[in-house]
């Protein structure tokens, strides 16, 4: 039955946004928005706090600030997602040690990251790569076994699930991003949820410049706190990372809506699922009995022998497809790693592992990177993505 999706901004958004600039952004009335979508955030995803950040990047690195990485501690990260999965590690001042990923799901690889583990090991990102997540049993056994810190990557996984948990609610604190692709939109944000009461008062200080004021639960500090001349003001070093009013705003109408806005992108990998079936030689991600995907997009690996992913991807424009992206470059092995150009940080970073940035140290990663195609899933109309199937369709017979 076909979801009722009218098209990707039809709630409560511009009332919302009304609403915020009603107040002509006096500090008075600020924070509103965002406390109302931090509420509403953490009941939706069954837990006890959720803090919003400017970009989903930000809530990434706010939270390795949060468990203090430090200058030598090595944080176990995916080769095959967006860079700034590693960027965050980075900004932290840490060391980033990229484990492999599974051939199928193409998710991190629980027996590579055993492999990756050191004394000096802190943190594991995962990332839901697509909107499947990865084998989360096995790498939570591990970070229990070794006291490591597992930190979600959900940018691209709204309401997946997991052996009937949420994902997002199974690591010690996850990220989400509201940037402009992602399942639910203001143009940018983002958000972490945790259970941790002291991690998430550090997050927020983390993310509100140090503000003696903030807590896990309050983002704002008092009026009449900051006009005495005696207040002292921050607690610690942090960073500017409030999401704005207005951002905030679209997110809580979208957040209103998630559960049709995903059914619609699973709805429509449905049919490409239907296009591929009796296809040999594309060969889409396994999702495993348990799993629930939630389709940030539709991704599959080009098996052909002969045709490359340009000619595929080329084939599939004649024949009036809507376009095909490919995957990232392998962060390891884009300019930045290759020239040691991370400003400065390349200092923090040991020769040993330095000497690993480079081709050959994830080889399922490379395997897979070049051959997959990803499908838009994001079609509000219908009609729309059922001819994009269609076209799918096509482009596999033109090509047997």
């Given at each position: ?101 599974d051939p199928h799901t193409f998710q991190i690889s629980p027996a590579s990251v055993a492999s990756c ?99 896990a639960s309050k983002g704002k500090i008092a009026k009449r706190d900051i006009q005495d001349p005696d ?79 340009r000619q595929f991807r080329d084939r599939f424009l004649e024949l009036g497809g809507d376009g095909i ?76």
């Amino acid at each position: 039955m076909s979801v009722i999706v009218k098209q990707r901004l039809w709630g409560n958004e511009l009332k919302y946004v009304q609403e915020v600039l009603n107040t002509d952004f006096r500090s008075s009335q600020g924070a509103v928005m965002m406390t109302r979508l931090e509420g509403a955030f953490a009941e939706k995803f069954r837990s006890r706090f959720a803090i919003s950040h400017i970009n989903g990047t930000a809530s990434l690195h706010s939270v390795l600030e949060a468990i203090g990485i430090r200058p030598g501690d090595e944080v176990i990260v995916p080769p095959l997602t967006m860079s700034a999965t590693t960027f965050v590690v980075l900004q932290a001042n840490g060391t980033p040690v990229f484990a492999d990923v599974d051939p199928h799901t193409f998710q991190i690889s629980p027996a590579s990251v055993a492999s990756c583990i050191t004394p000096r090991t802190r943190a594991i990102i995962t990332v839901a790569l697509y909107g499947l997540c990865p084998d989360m049993d096995l790498i939570m056994k591990l970070a229990e076994k070794h006291d490591i810190f597992v930190l979600e990557d959900n940018a691209q996984c709204f309401l997946g699930t997991y052996k009937g948990q949420i994902v997002g609610t199974i690591g010690h604190a996850a990220s989400f991003s509201f940037q402009s692709s992602k399942h639910v939109t203001s143009g940018e944000g983002g958000m972490v949820i945790t259970n941790d009461l002291a991690l998430a008062e550090g997050i927020r200080k983390v993310q509100s410049l140090g503000y003696v004021g903030v807590s896990a639960s309050k983002g704002k500090i008092a009026k009449r706190d900051i006009q005495d001349p005696d207040y002292l003001r921050h607690a610690s070093m942090g960073w500017n990372y409030r999401m704005p009013e207005l951002c905030c705003a679209v997110a809580l109408a979208q957040l209103e809506n998630i559960d049709q806005l995903v059914d619609r992108r699973k709805e429509v990998a449905a049919m490409f699922e239907d296009a591929v079936r009796n296809c040999s030689w594309l060969v889409p991600q396994t999702v495993p009995p348990g799993y629930g995907h939630s389709y940030w997009t539709y991704a599959a690996q080009l098996l052909h022998p002969r045709v490359t992913w340009r000619q595929f991807r080329d084939r599939f424009l004649e024949l009036g497809g809507d376009g095909i992206y490919a995957a990232w470059q392998l962060t390891y092995l884009e300019p930045m790693f290759k020239q040691l150009s991370l400003l400065g940080r390349e200092k923090f970073i040991s020769k040993d592992i330095l000497a690993l940035y480079r081709a050959g140290l994830c080889p399922v990663a490379e395997s897979l990177q070049p051959r997959l195609l990803q499908f838009k899933t994001n079609y509000w109309d219908l009609s729309v993505a059922a001819r994009q199937a269609e076209i799918l369709k096509k482009t596999i017979r033109a090509i047997d």
